[in-house]
């Protein structure tokens, strides 16, 4: 059986990105966590290995990025649009963005159950616009929450909700969250759809905080086989 593919997460010292991080490297991926702050990076590959025993590393955002092929985006969309500006002469033709981004109006000190309007549809249709050419993007992982994630004693049960224009790139990302125990991707469609998928976000933090709970999505009525070769 192949090694698992080898990703870096870019802003995996938030909740999300390093939730991802000890859950993929507790299955034997070898992660690489990005962060603005190169040291606070390295701080939590430290975190992430003591937890899991694999194989993470910490490093800048630009180093970060050219290190895998596979490239995940968790930071906060105030920071989106930054963090691919000083990514356009590192990201390079073939690699794949998978975007977590959420247009939430908490990014500008509005509320969280609230999103904001994005002239090119959603944040992974932005992403998309300024990633440099031959780089694709696909959008996921909006309805997974953080904290479930970062506690590896917590068993998941939910769907991720998986969007981009090519079936390849979709099924590259759910060989890799397929592995997580607990997590099952769906296929949604298009990239335009994520504007679907992110706005879920804000509904689950709304029913979240309403019954105090980490409540996820679960699509019924499926077939038993939602890749196939």
């Not at 966590?33 to 025993?53: K, V």
């Not at 105030?78 to 247009?103: F, H, I």
């Not at 469609?189 to 996820?216: D, F, K």
């Amino acid at each position: 059986m192949p090694a698992p593919e080898p990703v870096s997460i870019l802003g995996a010292t938030g909740a999300l990105g390093y939730g991802l991080a000890v859950r993929l490297a507790r299955i034997g991926v070898a992660v690489t966590i990005g962060s603005r702050d190169g040291a606070r990076a390295r701080e939590a590959a430290g975190r992430a290995c003591a937890a899991t025993g694999g194989e993470v590393w910490g490093a800048g955002n630009a180093e970060a990025a050219a290190a895998n092929a596979l490239v995940v985006l968790t930071v906060p969309f105030r920071n989106q649009s930054e963090t691919l500006t000083n990514l356009k002469e590192v990201l390079r033709e073939g690699q794949l963005v998978v975007d977590a981004t959420v247009p939430l109006a908490a990014a500008v000190s509005g509320r969280a159950t609230r999103m904001l309007g994005v002239w090119q549809g959603s944040a992974a249709q932005q992403a998309q616009e300024m990633v440099p050419e031959g780089v694709r993007v696909v959008s996921a992982l909006h309805t997974v929450g953080a904290a479930a994630l970062s506690d590896l004693d917590a068993t998941l049960d939910e769907d991720v909700l998986v969007c981009g224009d090519a079936r390849a790139d979709k099924g590259r990302v759910a060989a890799l969250l397929d592995g997580i125990e607990g997590l099952r991707c769906v296929d949604c469609g298009r990239l335009e759809n994520a504007r679907t998928t992110e706005s879920l976000t804000a509904l689950l933090i709304g029913v979240n905080a309403r019954y105090r709970t980490h409540a996820g999505v679960k699509l019924t009525g499926l077939p038993a086989e939602l890749w196939p070769a």
